[in-house]
């Protein structure tokens, strides 16, 4: 079974420009959540999305937000971008229902902002 | 706000040599996960604990939850080179799939 996959893998944008990525969970995954890992922060949840829907939102501005396909795939958008923003961005996918929440996490998306 | 501290953030050892790693909180977790990063990659799931005291081993990984279901612990048993990486626990609570992380180990196992 393939596992998660995140396009694209590397990204370098100019402040004030807007990105998106997207994210593939393994087949039969509804759940996809978004997480950003820098050095100083770790890793932070951003938000999750089941059946198209957010059901859970983490601390982190409006100009993150996402969304979920009914094929479950997911993207994120970030808007007005940040030299803050530059991070590793984790997207997770699970099987809904799974007892202890296991999590898959795909490869990630490198994001510098310059 | 569930925070997880983890500890230590970093650890040289030589092959051979026994370990521990140690994911402290004052907060309750329905679950907590193991994850293992290699640079570059994302997390790799390596083990789930649900029950309070369950202990869990997968080769000379050895992981534990606390009774209260608030701390846990990695053992890792004649280490060798190819553990070497960033080690994460992270705890789930009850609403969704959110996961609070802890701020990770980074093992350095030396031949």
């Known amino acids: 079974k393939a596992g998660v996959t995140q396009t694209p893998r590397y990204l370098i944008k100019t402040r004030g420009q807007q990105v998106t990525l997207s994210c593939s969970p393994i087949s039969g995954h509804r759940s996809v959540s978004w997480y950003q890992q820098t050095p100083g922060q770790g890793l932070q949840f951003l938000f999750e999305?089941?059946?198209?829907?957010?059901?859970n939102k983490g601390n982190f501005p409006g100009r993150f937000s996402g969304r979920q396909f009914s094929n479950s795939r997911s993207e994120m958008n970030v808007s007005t971008l940040e030299l803050g923003d530059s991070a590793l961005y984790l997207c997770?996918?699970?099987?809904?229902?799974?007892?202890?929440?296991?999590?898959?996490f795909g490869p990630g998306t490198r994001l510098t902002v310059t | 706000t569930q925070l997880l501290e983890q500890s230590p953030q970093f650890l040289s050892i030589q092959e051979g040599e026994n370990l521990t790693v140690y994911c402290n909180s004052s907060s309750v977790f329905s679950s907590l996960q193991w994850y293992r990063q290699e640079p570059g990659e994302g997390p790799v799931l390596l083990v789930t604990?649900?029950?309070?005291?369950e202990v869990k081993k997968l080769k000379r990984l050895t992981f534990q939850f606390g009774d209260a279901r608030k701390d846990s612990s990695l053992h890792i048993t004649a280490a060798q080179p190819g553990d070497t990486g960033l080690y994460l626990c992270?705890?789930?609570?009850?609403?969704?799939?959110?996961?609070?992380f802890g701020g990770g180990t980074r093992l350095m196992v030396k031949p």
């Open positions: 992270a705890g789930a609570g009850n609403a969704g799939n959110m996961l609070t």
């Open positions: 997770a996918s699970s099987l809904a229902g799974t007892r202890g929440n296991e999590q898959y």
């Open positions: 999305y089941f059946s198209e829907t957010q059901r």
């Open positions: 604990v649900v029950t309070g005291g």
